[in-house]
């Protein structure tokens, strides 16, 4: 048998499939249907978790989503362990670990526990009030202890092992919940022919009408009528059924997030399957049906194990076949909890008395409960309740007319059910930013005016009786299917024979009598909030319903107080005397429930996260032994160490080779533009600063382009390869930047330039060889191209073949050796490399990496984009003056270097800096200042931007913008590090071949 | 994640968009022209409004096409969309335009 409490038969639970799983260690049977929660229940189980603040025993309260207390941690190892899923969602298999939370040692013995005897020094705005001072406490004391005490569960300490998918879907009508009126609108929906999804964060749908015994539909059990409904949804071919699966967020335009769960419920999953999936839904029309939550009475020691919601017992019941205890109390301001009476007394449940808040109940369901034999106290409440670990007895109070309360009797009981009527869900629809309205008779706040394209049907929208919502449901899928643009198929209207339960409740603290600082009314049982707490932000000045939610964190714990937020704004209602609607209400966010961190990622993890980019000579650099660095996207070879090598001694080998021989660079990942077209020179003359005008054919210049604001954007060569077609290069980093500003100016102000740009970094792979032997290696290589100095001079480009293969051969250096930029397209990168490898054998030819080339540029003081320049660096700031067309009349961003501040002397200015102690290599990014030994804080006159041990010079060298640093060359300043001031001496900004004869050869 | 009404390839979903600030910003045919003041403003000065913004999108990763949007900053509604170099569209008295 699968529990002490389990009923011989009824419900929806197959007791032939028996279950056992473990909960704190302890192993208990259930049966196939159950969750958690029932089977726990099935076993007498009531108490499952510590309360967050005063570790409180706690039991479950709800059998759904909106389970405040039942928060357990699921998994049978730390890589699989998932904290804070609620008991009353998680489906058992077999061989499921859950474990309690928040309690130590044990939770029936609770060290925790202690709290509670601090509680009046734990109310509201505790943390605000105690940890005040002194501030050097708060790291080593206040903030640790706060960090232990708060947040519930723990992390998983593994990487989480699972799979997660997402996928992007659309269709016509989404519905949300598939309870009667869900499932009666996507029927309605689907039979116009309009497609379909139906959702339902259950892994049975059906909604209220699983747990419905009594009302027959169209001549039919509930049940039957569910089973033939989605049994006709699952036949058509446009309507795609989602049970498990939650909406949790509304994005704007109709964009929905929804989590199925896959796995989760699964002992030994295929492990092809993902854990979650995410549904990323983009819907014309949404039908939102996403019910109503019962809401608790709030009375003193309403926090017991063994306190439930009436409808919640029903659903143990009558679904799950679970008698949630032996005798029963009932607490209630509805009917409804009069039919979930009866029902359990009919599954052997004894209901002891039923307190009714109101002075008079009456219509069928009272009448049906007194001919069942049952005791209803009118004008009744709850003053107390005892019992440790589950409750034993309940103290009831007589509520006169004057709203006094005076005790009447107390009651022995194991089970104590409220009802205080029920809330719509209304999250989704406020999510949607939809506005809300209060509805007095309902005392609820139902959907007003949409602002997305959706409707509510239903419970949420406050009908409640059963033909009426089904009904609904049916004319709010047929009317999104009409909006959509589908016709036809009239909703048929449902009959249903059954007794609606009406819409009485209760919102607030019931009257109890007590003194609200000696008793305790929980209203929020997840972040342990009191009716005193709320009492207290209220008497301190708080008036704002979110002001006091984050002061007392009422409706702040994970559930998003789905089951505390309207009796929150009840209380203070009250207390402020002040109707309930101008109190407001606090916003809906997303996720509806917690949702995993890994549905979010995905497959963004590992090597997925981002994509990488490869040269085609990658491959070849990593058999080599490369050691790579990420720029942007790229993998680049950083250096190639030879055994026994470190960085510094690589790159020290690499630079000499270079300097002296030839060195081989891989510079395939600059970004590459062709702009082509009649008016290419006019758009070349606009973007950048140089003129392009003069420029011929086959000649190729250094070219610097701004921002409209006069900082430097970017840089590069660019080749003329025809008086209508330019070659562009951009830096590594650029690329997409510098392309996406050209078009930007091409499509937006200057439409009537007839000139196309096309991005063609990845047509070509750049090979870089460098250095006084490069034209002898390439030499033998090239047909049709004389690389000679008088034929083919320093900043010219010509094109042929090389190795067989087309070629821009760009003689171009960045080293300031003889150099050469081979491109060829990118298919024949691998091959072409390893030819000139070959044929650079005998003249010792070296690859270099990033490292390398970083020195040999910075030698001769080029600039690096990003480096060198942080967006506010003008074009004179770093050196690069004489690349401005002096000539023309306007170019992107030469407005703005008329602006005074623009021009101004003391503006930071490049210069070189040498230590005065050659081996002191500075620290990129360290400062300059003029005097070391000033007081802090220094005056910081500029800051190092690049410095390398240059092997060539057999010195350290550095480059760095310094205020009015070119006023000051031939001075020395300071840098303050933690171990001393470095002295330097400020020079020219090039520090090898200042000249450029080495090129001229 | 908004639907974004490409006026060249029809409803996007935003991921394939870059945004490009406020539209109808016009970089001054003569810069030289002009004073310090009026080039910062052209520069920087933007006019964020609560309600319809005039917006540039660019189709990224789709026909890489810029184009302006009338976009109502409270509600995420788009009004209109419409090609780069046409004149802001007037709204209908309902604020909601021709385009939904
Ligand atoms: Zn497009």
Not at chain 1, 254 to 269: K, P, Q, S, W
Not at chain 1, 276 to 286: G, I, K, N
Request: charged share 20%; net charge neutral; hydrophobic share 40%.
């Amino acid at each position: 048998m699968s529990g002490r409490f389990r009923a011989p038969s009824g419900g929806r639970v197959d007791r032939a499939k028996p279950v056992r799983f473990s909960f704190d260690g302890q192993s208990y049977q259930g049966v196939a249907g159950d969750t958690l929660a029932s089977a726990l229940l099935a076993n007498g189980v009531h108490l499952v978790g510590r309360s967050f603040k005063y570790h409180r025993p706690r039991g479950i309260v709800t059998a759904g989503s909106d389970e405040p207390n039942a928060l357990v941690g699921v998994g049978a190892d730390d890589a699989h362990y998932t904290p804070n899923m609620r008991a009353t969602q998680i489906e058992i298999y077999e061989g499921l670990v859950a474990e309690s939370q928040n309690r130590w040692p044990s939770l029936r013995f609770d060290v925790g526990a202690i709290n509670e005897a601090f509680a009046p020094f734990l109310s509201a705005g505790f943390y605000y009030k105690t940890f005040m001072w002194p501030p050097a406490a708060w790291k080593r004391i206040y903030e640790p202890l706060i960090r232990r005490a708060a947040g519930l569960g723990r992390a998983p300490a593994k990487p989480d092992p699972d799979r997660y998918t997402q996928v992007y879907a659309h269709c016509d009508v989404l519905v949300i919940g598939a309870g009667p009126a869900g499932m009666a609108a996507a029927l309605a929906a689907s039979a116009t022919g309009a497609r379909v999804f139906l959702c339902d964060e259950q892994a049975e749908m059906g909604g209220s009408l699983l747990s419905e015994k009594t009302a027959m539909i169209e001549g039919q059990s509930a049940g039957d009528w569910t089973a033939g409904a989605l049994a006709g949804l699952a036949a058509r071919a446009n309507v795609t059924l989602m049970p498990r699966t939650t909406a949790f967020g509304w994005y704007p335009h109709n964009f929905l997030g929804l989590c199925e769960r896959i796995t989760d419920h699964l002992a030994g999953a295929d492990p092809k399957l993902p854990r979650e999936r995410l549904w990323q839904v983009r819907a014309t029309e949404v039908v939102l049906a996403t019910g109503a939550l019962e809401r608790p009475l709030v009375f003193p020691d309403n926090d017991r194990p063994g306190i439930m919601m009436a409808e919640a017992a029903r659903i143990y019941a009558n679904r799950f076949g679970v008698l949630p205890g032996n005798t029963a109390v009932i607490f209630t301001a509805c009917d409804s909890a009069y039919r979930a009476a009866l029902d359990l007394k009919s599954a052997g449940v004894a209901v002891a008395a039923i307190a009714d808040l109101r002075a008079a109940p009456g219509g069928v369901w009272v009448d049906r409960a007194r001919a069942a034999g049952m005791e209803v106290r009118e004008a009744t409440v709850v003053t107390g309740t005892t019992g440790r670990l589950r409750i034993d007895s309940v103290n009831l109070g007589k509520l006169g007319p004057d709203g006094r309360v005076s005790a009447s009797e107390t009651i022995a009981c194991d089970l104590l059910l409220t009802s205080g009527g029920f809330t719509p869900s209304v999250h989704l629809f406020s999510q949607s930013r939809g506005k809300l309205v209060y509805d007095e008779a309902l005392r609820a706040f139902l959907p007003g005016t949409s602002v997305e394209r959706e409707r509510s049907v239903g419970a949420c929208r406050g009908i409640f009786d059963l033909e009426a919502v089904l009904n609904d449901g049916t004319a709010g899928g047929s009317g999104a299917a009409e909006a959509v643009g589908f016709a036809g198929a009239a909703g048929r209207a449902f009959a249903v024979d059954g007794d609606s339960v009406g819409s009485d409740g209760f919102i607030g603290v019931t009257p109890h009598g007590g003194d609200p600082s000696r008793t305790r009314a929980w209203i929020d049982f997840q972040n342990d909030v009191t009716e005193n707490d709320v009492k207290l932000a209220i008497r301190e000045g708080f008036r704002s319903i979110e002001h006091v939610k984050r002061y007392t964190t009422t409706g702040m714990a994970t559930d998003q107080g789905k089951t505390s937020n309207m009796n929150a704004l009840g209380l203070v209602s009250q207390t402020l005397k002040r109707p309930l609607p101008q109190v407001g209400l606090t916003t809906f966010r997303p996720p509806y429930t917690p949702t995993t961190f890994g549905v979010f990622a995905g497959q963004s993890r590992g090597d997925l996260f981002d994509p990488v980019r490869k040269t085609p000579v990658h491959d070849w650099a990593v058999a080599q032994g490369a050691v790579f660095e990420n720029v942007s996207l790229w993998k680049r070879a950083h250096y190639f160490p030879k055994p026994g090598e470190d960085m510094h001694a690589a790159v020290v080998r690499e630079c000499r080779a270079t300097r002296q021989a030839v060195g081989i660079f891989d510079a395939t990942t600059l970004g590459k533009i062709e702009v082509v077209g009649k008016d290419a020179a006019e758009l070349m003359n606009r973007i950048y600063t140089n003129s392009w005008a003069t420029l011929e054919p086959g000649r190729i210049r250094y070219g610097v382009i701004l921002g409209e604001n006069g900082f430097v954007m970017d840089d590069g060569v660019v080749g003329r390869m025809a008086p209508d077609r330019f070659h562009i290069t951009t830096t590594t980093g650029g690329a997409s930047r510098v392309l996406t500003m050209m078009e930007d100016y091409v499509q937006t102000e200057w439409p009537n330039l007839d000139v196309w740009l096309t991005s063609t970094t990845e047509e070509w792979a750049v090979i870089s060889v460098q250095g006084p032997l490069s034209r002898k290696v390439l030499e033998p290589l090239v047909e049709g191209i004389d690389l000679s100095r008088a034929s083919m001079p320093h900043m010219s480009v010509r094109e042929g073949k090389i190795c067989g293969v087309p070629t821009r051969l760009f003689r171009v250096s960045f080293t300031g050796e003889l150099g050469f930029e081979v491109n060829v397209p990118a298919g024949y990168g691998r091959a072409v490399w390893e030819a000139i490898v070959a044929a650079g054998h005998a003249y010792g030819i070296t690859p270099y990496g990033t490292e390398t080339m970083h020195v040999l540029r910075a030698e001769k003081g080029f600039i690096v984009v990003g480096q060198e320049t942080d967006g506010t660096v003008t074009p004179d700031d770093c050196g690069l003056g004489w690349t401005i067309g002096k000539a023309k009349k306007d170019f992107v961003g030469k407005r703005s270097l008329a602006r005074p501040a623009m021009m101004a002397g003391d503006r930071k200015q490049l210069v070189g800096l040498l230590t005065v102690d050659p081996k002191t290599v500075l620290e990129v990014g360290a400062q300059v200042v003029a005097d070391p030994n000033q007081p802090i804080p220094m005056i910081m006159l500029g800051h190092v931007t690049s410095s390398y041990w240059s092997a060539t010079l057999n010195r350290s060298i550095a480059l760095a913008l310094v205020r009015g640093g070119r006023t000051r060359i031939g001075t020395r300043l300071s840098v303050p590090m933690p171990d001393g001031p470095i002295a330097v001496e400020l020079v020219e900004p090039i520090f090898y071949d200042p000249k450029g004869a080495r090129l001229d050869v | 994640m908004l639907l974004i009404p490409c006026p060249h390839c029809g409803p996007r979903a935003e991921l394939e968009f870059s945004y490009g600030g406020e539209a109808h910003i016009a970089r001054p045919v003569d810069p030289a022209s002009i004073d310090d003041d009026s080039w910062v403003t052209f520069l920087y000065e933007r006019s964020n409004p609560r309600g319809v913004h005039a917006e540039r999108w660019r189709h990224l990763h789709g026909c890489g096409r810029f184009f302006n949007v009338l976009r109502d900053t409270v509600s995420d509604t788009i009004a209109a969309s419409y090609p780069a170099g046409q004149p802001r569209p007037a709204l209908s008295p309902d604020g909601k335009g021709t385009k939904r």
